[in-house]
């Protein structure tokens, strides 16, 4: 339990730098220690940062984990998922919320708790699971809700909550080249200084590495790209005297800044994508391979400072990680002159995201780097060219860069000799939902799905949802399709629905994500999602009609069209591969063919006819 | 034989209809070819058969729907005109108003009331708790956008459909900014 509304300002402001551009950073500290971002402070920091006011706003207001109002000295947030539904997550809640005489979405009468839903943290494989005040508890039971429920009720502070509530196994039930053989730190650096900057590009490039955030990109080019392009540092030697350029932290004495740094290399760590979990065990047990291949690329594009974008979610993991970087700049694997190379400085810190899956596309990850709200960019220019800070920057995936250090420590062939042609290396596939053992599997790509389902414990699987709901809905009917790139590309998420599930609900679960992390910047996507999500409520009201079935193809054609980013294009996806592989979850529950209202007529007077008294014949309507 | 055509506003600023009177002389050449039913222009009080229908605005009370129900019974084409009749527009800014605050708003405290009283009068319609648009209640057949759409777009949309054809508007009459 934090001691809340006492905020150091200053301090907090002082510590990262005094620069806007890391708002995101700033906003989280003063939550963490006021508990709330009061709106005077929203003027405070406007004065001690030198910026308007409505742009400190912007963002606040932007991040699902920033609010105004206090949400007590214990803050709960049980994950949305699907998988956490069918785990039973709704009524563990209400019994929670009756434990605690608690209404959800309402500070108690005591101003000690208050209990909301989130969107999945990470933990499908260990669902129902729960963040209290930002800190992941899994393997939600009756038992450990009547523990949290006595710990609260006794204002417990959470540092001293037995911490088998906080324990998380990392689930690896197959393990491969990644994850199964052993990792000397330094071992990949060493290999990398050996064979020279352009030979491990090379390198790289034979291993033929596609990006593991599930879109594939092929990673020597975005580094090749990267490497090439000019960064300020660059121009300004051109133009003159260098001019001393302070990272991203300028001026911070207790981690080692260098100044100079103008290309950037960014590692994705906001797994947000619902049912993927495979960074989590990465940067839980395997973070010097992640920190590692994040210091290859630094040497093979240039970069002096690294970032890892960590999903606030995972704030679990951030002392753990911190404590790696620290052992790794002693080892001198981080810090000035790298293994004694002169000139070879780089160090990486780590920044926590605030709850918003959009972040997860890189352009407005970086948005979110630079302390704005998480909006995609337009591109071109891609981040290559024109990333963090205008920079050049390479954003790739957790994953990625822990293959990377594989390949600068084994060789590019190495690689290439695991997988498909097109799709080569392992993958680590999130596995969760109806199965015996959900876990991480790390397979060779061109698994086919058959195969997993044997691995997972689930051979009467009905259907399984690949890469989340952003990915791809597949039914019984094509079990013997492959993960790849080539057929079915994945960020890792594989969810389990047994034949007693209902696809329909799964859908719903994953238009009502889409309508919530939208981020709003453009109309099509912003409305799309909430009109989809509404006619899917309609439709599970048990209102639906042909005419709204037609009304969802169309909103579909237009977030697929119109949609300024991913999350629009692929937000309707679920609803599409759902009503066309298992269109019987939708024709039950239509009710008419033509036309079905879309809200209760009659039941829409209720409140007016309250108000006036009246009870007329005209006071109410038919809802035929 | 001309087509018929009836309108009307539901919640909505008549901002529509002004918008379709700014056909101005071409609106002579268009009663060549439709014949106006129950319309602010003819101020018929109810349609009869039409082969289209046009509506201006969003649903806020219990008379709306009547009327709605009216011209969907009524009428081959059902079009919502504007932005009200399609997503709800300004009249819709109350959904997030609490209809009681409204209420005491407009009859308890508002400036210059003095022991007001909410009335219930059967003849007043009764407000919904919140304003929807059209395809919300009725199936509607095509809409035409707009705060308010041009006359030009109306002009076209109108005769496109009275030649018998699928209406079609440029994407300068459908660009707005």
């Known amino acids: 339990m934090t001691e809340h509304n006492v905020c150091d300002l200053p301090g907090i402001v002082a510590r990262w730098g005094k620069d806007p551009a890391n708002m995101v950073q700033i906003l989280r500290d003063v939550q963490e220690s006021c508990g709330t971002i009061p709106s005077d402070t929203l003027d405070q920091l406007a004065r001690l940062l030198g910026v308007p006011r409505v742009r400190i706003e912007a963002t606040a207001s932007f991040y699902h984990f920033f609010h105004a109002e206090s949400h007590g000295a214990y803050e709960i947030l049980f994950s949305d998922n699907i998988i956490d539904h069918m785990a039973g997550k709704e009524a563990l809640k209400q019994y929670f919320c009756e434990r605690l005489w608690l209404e959800p979405r309402k500070l108690s009468e005591d101003g000690l708790v208050y209990v909301d839903d989130t969107a999945d943290i990470g933990l499908a494989d260990q669902a129902p699971a729960m963040l209290v005040n930002g800190y992941a508890v899994p393997a939600l039971d009756h038992a450990r809700l009547d523990l949290i429920a006595e710990l609260i009720r006794a204002k417990k502070p959470l540092g001293e909550w037995p911490p088998m509530l906080f324990e998380i196994p990392d689930n690896v039930r197959l393990a491969g080249p990644l994850m199964g053989e052993p990792f000397a730190p330094g071992a990949a650096l060493q290999a990398t200084l050996a064979r020279g900057a352009e030979a491990t590009l090379a390198e790289i490039d034979a291993a033929n590495l596609r990006g593991r955030g599930g879109a594939g990109f092929k990673t020597a080019t975005k580094w090749a790209s990267c490497r090439k392009a000019e960064g300020e540092a660059l121009l300004k030697k051109h133009a003159g005297p260098p001019q001393v350029f302070l990272g991203p932290l300028g001026g911070e004495p207790s981690e080692a800044r260098f100044s100079g740094g103008d290309h950037y290399v960014v590692c994705n760590a906001d797994e947000g994508e619902p049912g993927t979990f495979k960074d989590r065990v990465l940067l839980s047990s395997h973070a010097d391979l992640v920190f590692e291949g994040m210091t290859v690329c630094a040497r093979v594009i240039g970069a002096k400072q690294g970032l890892i974008y960590l999903r606030g979610e995972y704030k679990n993991l951030l002392e753990k990680l911190k404590s790696v970087l620290a052992r790794r700049r002693e080892a001198n694997l981080l810090g000035r002159n790298i293994l004694g190379e002169q000139g070879f400085d780089f160090d990486i810190e780590i920044h926590l995201g605030a709850g918003a899956y959009i972040c997860g596309e890189e352009s407005a990850l970086i948005e979110s780097l630079e302390g704005k709200p998480g909006k995609p960019r337009n591109r071109p220019p891609f981040p290559d060219r024109c990333g963090y800070r205008n920079q050049p920057t390479v954003v790739n995936n957790v994953e990625t860069f822990a293959c990377a250090a594989k390949i600068a420590e084994r060789g590019g062939a190495w690689f290439a000799s695991i997988g498909t042609a097109q799709s080569t290396g392992s993958k680590l596939i999130s596995i969760s939902g109806d199965c015996q053992r959900p876990g991480i599997y790390e397979v060779p790509f061109g698994v086919t799905v058959q195969q997993l389902l044997i691995d997972c414990g689930a051979e009467d699987a009905h259907a399984v949802q690949v890469s989340g709901p952003s990915g791809t809905c597949i039914s019984y009917r094509e079990f013997d399709r492959r993960i790849a790139f080539e057929d079915l590309p994945t960020a890792g998420a594989f969810m389990v629905f047994s034949p007693e599930r209902d696809m329909f609900e799964v859908a719903r679960n994953f238009s009502h994500f889409f309508a919530h992390e939208s981020c709003g910047f453009c109309t099509p996507c912003r409305v799309g999602t909430s009109l989809l999500r509404n006619t899917m409520d309609k439709l599970a009201a048990g209102k639906g009609s042909a005419y709204d079935m037609h009304e969802m193809k169309n909103i579909m054609r237009i977030l697929q069209d119109m949609s300024h980013c991913g999350l629009g294009h692929t937000a309707a996806n679920p609803v599409v591969q759902t009503m066309e592989k298992f269109p019987d979850a939708y024709e039950k529950r239509l009710k008419k063919l033509d036309f079905e209202p879309a809200f209760d007529l009659d039941g829409a007077l209720t409140t007016a006819r309250l108000i006036t008294g009246r009870d007329d014949e005209w006071a109410h309507l038919d809802n035929d | ?177």
């Open chain 2, 1 to 177: 034989m001309k087509l018929k055509v009836a309108t009307c506003s539901l919640a909505g600023c008549f901002g529509c209809h002004m918008s379709l009177l700014d056909i101005d002389e071409k609106l002579f050449d268009l009663l060549k070819v439709v014949e106006f039913d129950r319309s602010p222009i003819t101020d018929i009080k109810h349609c009869g058969p039409c082969d289209i229908g046009i509506v201006e605005g969003g649903v806020c009370n219990a008379e709306n729907v009547h009327v709605l129900k009216e011209f969907r019974k009524n009428c081959k084409v059902l079009v919502a005109m504007g932005a009200c009749a399609i997503t709800g527009g300004i009249p819709a800014l109350r959904n997030n108003v609490d209809l009681w605050d409204c209420f005491q708003e407009v009859y308890h405290y508002g400036i210059g009331l003095e022991n007001g009283q909410i009335p219930n009068d059967p003849e007043l319609p009764l407000p919904f708790d919140k304003v929807h648009p059209i395809n919300e209640v009725v199936r509607i057949d095509y809409f035409l956008p707009g705060c308010p759409p041009s006359a030009d777009a109306i002009w076209k949309f109108l005769t496109d459909l009275a030649a018998g054809h699928e209406p079609k508007l440029d994407y300068e009459m459908l660009h707005y900014d």
